[in-house]
């Protein structure tokens, strides 16, 4: 009993830790015009290069420090949760979308629905996806419209493979026979008995993109090919923080921790959302 | 016609022309349970997803018919045929514990398709499931509806798809091995079970099985299948007291008995068996030449 409690205790752990940080990510991004306590984009040449709050030449009301032109980094931080948040949730919830839908189709249908899909997503991965990223970019223009678009368009596929091979299994299952003996048509049996058992993945998958569509936002600004450059985000951040690292680590440093727990905490929640949501799991 | 299922001289190949059915006649009447018994690749599972329409793509019915209620059902449209079978047959799988879904409660699972194929309103439907959860003796119905497959044990879960089956009063259940995949304490249950529930609602069984001993318990005729030809077909009691072809014969004597554990399991003769694929060669041969192939 003892030892089932435990088995069970961990994955909330992992949930609660998980959930808490991007909560609190989440919470900073919505409200980043009222907590945040300086405007992100005012320089003050005079307060360059600030370190944070412990070490020694701080200023009062700088916790994170400023950069080398002297803006607040705790509030370029939270600002820039804020693209990225918008970013992972449209681009993740767009490919999520299209793709496991696609993937379902492929999946249950089989035959020729599943030739064409497969093919379909076996020469899109073929494009390296960083390079086909840039360069849907290069043709949409830079902008957040155009980063979520490209995220969306690039990362369907990882929905697709998942979903298809998982409603493959399901399609030969004893109660989808039956519910075709019953008298369901195939896209009734598709929703109800397929989808009900491919979706703890599709969660896992939702929350797991969302941390991917961050990094490669977070790679795309720092090439300088996302939102607009006065705009605070992750990536623009590490990639000033750069230049001024053996001056001014923390530039670099706190922005690439943001980054780090908000993927991680992005994968562990799928993980843990996953075995919440399956009844045989939980 | 009044059989309420008549499979008249049905042939079904694979694409390479290899038959798989070898012009099989099965009839059940209203009211009959019919055993249909063979080994592994006898053709008994095809047999009833043929009648059912759930063969794989790869599989072709080229000849005979099936009749269902004295309909022809290679005469309906995919969707008339659908109506027909759903309306009339219920299907008792052979594996509880996949034929269930395990991420939707035993509740609506099985009132969807009284509500949603059948058109009976939800409260209705819930009274029915009530009293057929009563009538296979699960004594809390309530929890049961509530609860995910895997919270019930296999017999169980045997229990709630047989009551299922019979929910909607179907004219004929296939009863594709119901026990096979059950300990063998509980087998006995089921069956029992199943004998009742017949009983009570009258309802026309096809009951698929490899295991003579349990024709013996449930069934009144058996037709029995080697290499998707009929071997023998006849009333239970005549058939096991004087069995006509040496395989039903063979059939009879590997059948282990409770009460006499020490008799050593006869393997069927192989001379039995070539005679057999000798008879299913010919039947072959002279089915080809008559198909012009």
Redesign the interface.
């Known amino acids: 009993m003892a030892d089932i409690r435990r088995r069970y205790k961990k994955p909330n752990l992992r949930l609660w830790l998980a959930g808490g940080w991007i909560a609190l990510a989440l919470a900073a991004a919505l409200l980043a015009p009222w907590i945040a306590p300086h405007d992100p984009l005012t320089q003050d040449l005079l307060y360059g290069r600030l370190p944070p709050f412990w070490i020694e030449g701080a200023e009062p009301g700088f916790w994170l420090g400023t950069d080398s032109l002297g803006r607040d980094l705790l509030s370029r931080l939270i600002h820039g949760a804020r693209i990225a948040f918008m970013v992972a949730f449209a681009a993740a919830i767009a490919a999520c979308l299209v793709g496991s839908t696609l993937g379902l189709v492929a999946g249950y249908f089989g035959?020729w629905a599943d030739r064409i899909i497969s093919r379909i997503v076996d020469i899109w991965m073929s494009f390296p996806p960083v390079l086909f990223a840039i360069l849907l970019i290069a043709v949409l223009g830079t902008g957040l419209h155009s980063v979520i678009i490209a995220i969306a368009v690039i990362d369907w596929t990882r929905f697709c493979r998942v979903i298809r091979a998982e409603a493959m299994v399901q399609a030969r299952?004893?109660?989808v026979?039956?519910a075709?003996?019953?008298?369901?048509?195939r896209v009734?049996t598709m929703i109800?008995?397929v989808l009900?058992?491919v979706?703890?993945s599709i969660i896992a998958l939702l929350s797991l993109e969302m941390g991917i569509a961050i990094i490669v936002e977070a790679i795309l600004s720092f090439v300088n090919l996302s939102v607009a450059t006065d705009d605070p985000t992750w990536g623009g951040i590490i990639a000033e923080g750069r230049l001024s690292i053996h001056q001014a680590w923390w530039v670099l440093v706190f922005p690439l921790v943001a980054l780090f727990l908000t993927v991680l905490s992005f994968s562990q929640l799928g993980e843990g959302l996953k075995q919440r949501f399956?009844?045989?799991l939980r | 016609m009044t059989d309420c299922l008549a499979i008249t001289n049905l042939s079904a190949t694979l694409p390479d022309g290899q038959r798989l059915l070898r012009s099989v006649n099965v009839n059940v009447a209203p009211g009959e349970v019919r055993a249909l018994v063979g080994e592994s690749g006898a053709g008994k599972s095809m047999l009833s997803k043929a009648v059912l329409g759930v063969l794989p793509v790869s599989v072709k019915i080229v000849e005979g018919d099936i009749w269902l209620q004295g309909n022809d059902l290679g005469r309906l449209t995919a969707a008339k045929r659908r109506q027909a079978v759903a309306a009339s047959i219920a299907l008792i799988p052979q594996d509880p514990l996949t034929a269930l879904n395990p991420s939707r409660r035993i509740g609506p699972q099985m009132t969807d398709r009284l509500v949603k194929i059948l058109g009976w309103d939800q409260t209705r439907a819930d009274e029915r499931v009530r009293t057929l959860l009563d009538e296979v003796h699960i004594r809390d119905g309530e929890r049961v509806l509530r609860a995910y497959p895997h919270e019930l044990s296999g017999g169980m879960r045997q229990r709630v798809l047989i009551a299922a089956a019979f929910a909607a009063e179907p004219k004929l259940i296939i009863a594709d091995e119901p026990t096979t995949a059950l300990d063998v304490t509980v087998q006995k249950q089921i069956l029992r079970l199943i004998a009742e529930m017949q009983r009570l609602h009258g309802t026309a069984i096809l009951f698929v099985t490899h295991d003579l001993g349990v024709v013996a318990k449930i069934s009144q005729n058996v037709t029995i299948l080697y290499g998707g030809m009929v071997v023998e077909e006849g009333a239970v009691d005549q058939l096991f007291a004087n069995p006509q072809h040496p395989y039903t014969r063979a059939l009879l004597a590997a059948t282990p008995r409770y009460t006499d554990p020490e008799a050593s399991l006869l393997p069927v003769d192989q001379s039995v068996l070539s005679d057999l694929a000798k008879a299913v060669e010919t039947a072959d041969r002279d089915w080809m030449s008559s198909h012009g192939g």
């Open positions: 035959g299952m004893d109660y026979e039956s075709h003996i019953a008298g369901f048509g009734k109800d008995e009900p058992n979706l703890p399956d009844p045989v």
